[in-house]
């Protein structure tokens, strides 16, 4: 049976962001791979966890998936902290990974192919205030052509750094201002039900 570690970012702020669409999206997540016979942990960051069973559930998970909002362009801090904490102990366990791939005796290995997990995949659902149109647009002041996949892209190194396969990413953009909840879930269905077949 597959496994699959979901893991939220969230982090209250009162009137701003409740994180109500990033629960609904996990549901979503949860009942599509459950109806096809998927196991799943969660982590809610927020609520706390055990740096050594974070480890564990990343080395039991066939994928991994990301629900989170999108802060002043990158994850919550507190999702910063989490990954400091479970790759540097992944690191000093050598159960992720063992240093960073390059060694003295073979100069033809490449930085950031030391890990263990290539079996494994990941992928990121992000919330954004951002309108969709403000990326893949060199007229765009603020991101001058970046793509929202480019913003995340440190969030996807960390797990390329262990081995892990990354795959497209979900976003939904311009949730504050012009949300269209139903097309977010009814094309992150979409979304989902293709990562579900590659699996098969």
Known sequence: MNE???????????????????????????????????????????????????VKKHLKADLIIIHTPVFWFNLPWIYKKYTDEVFMEGLLSQKMLDGDGRTRSDTSKQYGTGGFLQTKKV???ATWNAPE??????????????????????????????????????????????PNIKEYINNYKKHLKSIIDDFY
């Open 123 to 125: 992928m990121i659902v």
């Open 4 to 54: 699959l570690l979901i893991i939220h970012t969230h982090q209250l702020y009162k009137g701003i962001s409740e994180g109500k669409l990033n629960e609904t999206l996990a549901d979503v997540t949860k009942q599509m791979f459950s109806s096809v016979n998927w196991n799943y942990e969660e982590t809610i960051i927020a609520k706390g966890y055990d740096i050594k069973t974070e």
């Open 133 to 178: 149109n403000c990326f893949g647009d060199m007229r765009q002041q603020l991101m001058k052509g970046k793509n929202a996949d480019d913003v995340l892209f440190n969030v996807i190194l960390n797990y390329r750094f262990c081995g892990v396969q990354d795959l497209p990413n979900y976003h939904c953009f311009d949730v504050v201002k012009k």
